[in-house]
């Protein structure tokens, strides 16, 4: 099975940074990418970076040269900084990861971001 664990949201002004963090445990693919999605009420979530094992990454367009997507094999944790936030980035922040073998989709708890003056 596996978990993700994530931390690091916040209350932020516009313009500031946070920087999330995602805590992967169990049988976490190295075949297919691990990403962080966001999702405001009455919204679907979507992917806002994804990251391979080998380093390819994605962003969504609202997000790039802004956010900067990470991961750290070794202590299979994920990195989400953020730098000059919005206020339409305001939302829950999920880790997404796919197990191992299996082919089933995890995603974490879930962080709020909130950016607001």
């Known amino acids: 099975q596996v978990q993700l664990v994530e931390s690091g949201g916040g209350l932020v002004q516009p313009g500031g940074s946070l920087r999330l963090s995602c805590a992967a445990s169990?049988?976490?693919?190295?075949?297919?990418?691990v990403g962080w999605y966001r999702q405001t009420p009455g919204k679907q979530r979507i992917s806002v970076a994804t990251?391979?094992?080998?380093?390819?990454?994605n962003y969504a367009d609202s997000v790039k040269g802004r956010f900067a997507i990470s991961r750290d094999n070794g202590e299979n944790t994920v990195y989400l900084q953020m730098n000059s936030l919005k206020p339409e980035d305001t939302a829950v922040y999920y880790c997404?990861?796919?197990?191992?073998?299996?082919?089933?989709?995890?995603w974490g708890q879930g962080t709020q971001v909130t950016v607001s003056s």
């Open positions: 169990g049988r976490i693919s190295r075949s297919r990418p």
């Open positions: 997404h990861a796919w197990e191992m073998y299996t082919g089933r989709e995890y």
């Open positions: 990251i391979t094992s080998v380093g390819n990454i």
